[in-house]
């Protein structure tokens, strides 16, 4: 078995900051890439950011410059630090991992449950 929990989520105001985090556990060997992605009401599931296993990201266009994603391989753990915050990125966020389990010769995709974030004056 395989969760991701995340734990971040909440409302802030515009220009304010929130950081999200998502530890994996259960019978893991190892994990590739780490992302995060969102969904707003009405709106398609996106990309915000990836990072593989050694350290190389990626953001989406809307997110660039003003969030950061890090991981700790030690903790099995992805980090989403969300600055200048902006409405249009309330949404809520989902956590994804590429896990290899010890039973398994290959890597699976796993999602969190989502956290909501609300950015509103």
């Known amino acids: 078995q395989v969760q991701l929990v995340e734990s971040g989520g909440g409302l802030v105001e515009p220009g304010g900051s929130l950081r999200l985090s998502c530890a994996a556990s259960?019978?893991?060997?190892?994990?590739?890439?780490m992302g995060w992605y969102r969904q707003a009401p009405g709106k398609q599931r996106e990309l915000v950011a990836v990072?593989?296993?050694?350290?190389?990201?990626n953001y989406g266009n809307s997110v660039k410059g003003r969030f950061t994603i890090s991981r700790d391989n030690a903790r099995n753990t992805v980090y989403l630090q969300m600055n200048s915050l902006k409405p249009e990125d309330t949404a809520v966020y989902y956590c994804n991992a590429g896990v290899r389990r010890y039973a398994s010769d290959y890597y699976n995709d796993y999602w969190g449950q989502g956290t909501q974030v609300t950015v509103s004056s």
């Open positions: 990072i593989t296993s050694g350290g190389s990201t």
């Open positions: 259960g019978s893991i060997f190892s994990i590739n890439s």
